[in-house]
């Protein structure tokens, strides 16, 4: 097998550019990006680094082939003239996954059985199997994708998405998820060494992401991925990987990060979560309205995802909150503080045009980022 590989990090929609910068920032130029993903060309040692690494993506693929079908027996003599055998062994397990647009090809469960039956019949030849493949082995899942007539066969490196850091314990009603979250501290240009409030801590996702970029912590440290057990992926890239992870943690740099919350349960949780991940030193809870911070500090930071009051029943209650924390946050001029909502009526309510946002999705809900950036002393 060859060692250089394409791999595809997908992302949410907005996240693309960043999730590119962190490829690039671990070394790998190849890059370009896509609406949903980042490809890249690298070597196989990359698959263990960019799970352990990434983010802001939401898992890493293997491209194994693309090429254009418009009839199903291309799509089964294209998928056979693949190289699988370098990739799956013959006991692993394969189930096959499928989505298409715009194309010939348009039933998924038709393409999912032929693209099924043409690996069989590769590793079946390649193997020398006269009847059954036993499927009791290592899993690799693989996706076929239809864009168009342009099939992308690919084998899903990671497992369970990468956001699930194996911290979070226990959750509220409305979780961000960790990618999401990172992926707002890092459109920061906050540093380690300034203050880090969220004012809407909820189960404690954001102040525990600050944590782990501000200690340059890798976020996949403690937990496995699906390549692990995949042999073309020597176990020593793994190791080498994590003694990297383990060489650059600053695990000795203080931070100043805070987490609050009304709801005086969660505080609590988020606390617990943040011992999960190793970090419960490094992150001060509280309960109280966000209406009541206060800080003598300058230049800090605030990064929050309050409610977004679609409810209607919650939809006054949600605009007095704005309201209030405008009124609040007024008295700190120096501070940078940036509010995701979907809200559309956010900046009216907090008194202030903010100086940038950014569309982004949190989960299915269209939201915007709401950045403030604070004024700087001469």
């Given at each position: 097998?060859?060692?250089?590989?394409?791999?595809?990090?997908?992302?949410?929609?907005?996240?693309?550019?960043?999730?590119?910068?962190?490829?690039?920032?671990?070394?790998?130029?190849?890059?370009?990006?896509?609406?949903?993903?980042?490809?890249?060309?690298?070597?196989?040692?990359?698959?263990?680094?960019?799970?352990?690494?990434?983010?802001?993506?939401?898992?890493?693929?293997?491209?194994?082939?693309?090429?254009?079908?418009?009839?199903?027996?291309?799509?089964?003599?294209?998928?056979?003239?693949?190289?699988?055998?370098?990739?799956?062994?013959?006991?692993?397990?394969?189930?096959?996954?499928?989505?298409?647009?715009?194309?010939?090809?348009?039933?998924?469960?038709?393409?999912?059985?032929?693209?099924?039956?043409?690996?069989?019949?590769?590793?079946?030849?390649?193997?020398?199997?006269?009847?059954?493949?036993?499927?009791?082995?290592?899993?690799?899942?693989?996706e076929v994708a239809l864009l168009k007539d342009?099939?992308?066969?690919?084998?899903?490196?990671?497992?369970?998405?990468?956001?699930?850091?194996?911290?979070?314990?226990?959750?509220?009603?409305?979780?961000?998820?960790?990618?999401?979250?990172?992926?707002?501290?890092?459109?920061?240009?906050?540093?380690?060494?300034?203050?880090?409030?969220?004012?809407?801590?909820?189960?404690?996702?954001?102040?525990?992401?600050?944590?782990?970029?501000?200690?340059?912590?890798?976020?996949?440290?403690?937990?496995?991925?699906?390549?692990?057990?995949?042999?073309?992926?020597?176990?020593?890239?793994?190791?080498?990987?994590?003694?990297?992870?383990?060489?650059?943690?600053?695990?000795?740099?203080?931070?100043?990060?805070?987490?609050?919350?009304?709801?005086?349960?969660?505080?609590?949780?988020?606390?617990?979560?943040?011992?999960?991940?190793?970090?419960?030193?490094?992150?001060?809870?509280?309960?109280?309205?966000?209406?009541?911070?206060h800080s003598k500090a300058e230049g800090g930071?605030?990064?929050?995802?309050?409610?977004?009051?679609?409810?209607?029943?919650?939809?006054?209650?949600?605009?007095?909150?704005?309201?209030?924390?405008?009124?609040?946050?007024?008295?700190?001029?120096?501070?940078?503080?940036?509010?995701?909502?979907?809200?559309?009526?956010?900046?009216?309510?907090?008194?202030?045009?903010?100086?940038?946002?950014?569309?982004?999705?949190?989960?299915?809900?269209?939201?915007?980022?709401?950045?403030?950036?604070?004024?700087?002393?001469?």
């Amino acid at each position: 097998m060859k060692n250089k590989v394409t791999l595809i990090a997908t992302a949410a929609m907005g996240l693309e550019a960043i999730v590119a910068k962190e490829v690039r920032d671990l070394g790998y130029h190849e890059v370009t990006v896509e609406n949903g993903k980042v490809r890249f060309e690298a070597d196989v040692k990359a698959i263990a680094r960019c799970n352990l690494w990434l983010r802001t993506a939401d898992r890493v693929k293997l491209l194994v082939g693309e090429f254009k079908a418009y009839s199903y027996d291309e799509l089964f003599e294209q998928t056979k003239a693949l190289p699988w055998d370098q990739y799956i062994p013959e006991e692993g397990m394969f189930p096959v996954t499928g989505k298409s647009h715009k194309s010939t090809l348009y039933s998924v469960p038709d393409c999912q059985a032929i693209v099924k039956k043409a690996i069989v019949e590769k590793l079946k030849q390649k193997h020398g199997v006269a009847n059954w493949l036993p499927e009791t082995g290592p899993l690799h899942k693989i996706e076929v994708a239809l864009l168009k007539d342009e099939v992308s066969l690919t084998l899903d490196t990671s497992g369970a998405g990468l956001h699930k850091r194996g911290y979070r314990l226990h959750q509220g009603e409305a979780p961000l998820k960790e990618t999401l979250a990172a992926a707002l501290v890092k459109l920061t240009n906050w540093r380690a060494d300034a203050p880090f409030y969220d004012l809407f801590c909820g189960s404690g996702t954001i102040p525990i992401e600050a944590a782990l970029i501000g200690q340059n912590i890798a976020p996949g440290f403690n937990r496995s991925f699906a390549a692990e057990e995949w042999g073309f992926v020597p176990s020593n890239y793994w190791e080498e990987a994590l003694e990297e992870a383990e060489d650059v943690a600053e695990y000795d740099r203080p931070l100043a990060i805070y987490g609050s919350d009304l709801d005086p349960r969660m505080p609590e949780i988020a606390r617990e979560n943040a011992l999960e991940a190793g970090l419960a030193d490094l992150i001060e809870w509280k309960q109280m309205q966000a209406a009541d911070f206060h800080s003598k500090a300058e230049g800090g930071y605030i990064v929050s995802n309050p409610p977004y009051g679609e409810r209607i029943g919650d939809r006054k209650q949600v605009e007095e909150t704005y309201r209030r924390l405008g009124e609040t946050l007024r008295d700190y001029p120096s501070w940078n503080i940036y509010i995701l909502t979907a809200n559309e009526n956010f900046e009216q309510l907090f008194g202030k045009e903010a100086s940038k946002k950014r569309k982004l999705f949190n989960a299915f809900i269209r939201t915007d980022y709401y950045q403030y950036f604070g004024q700087r002393k001469r």
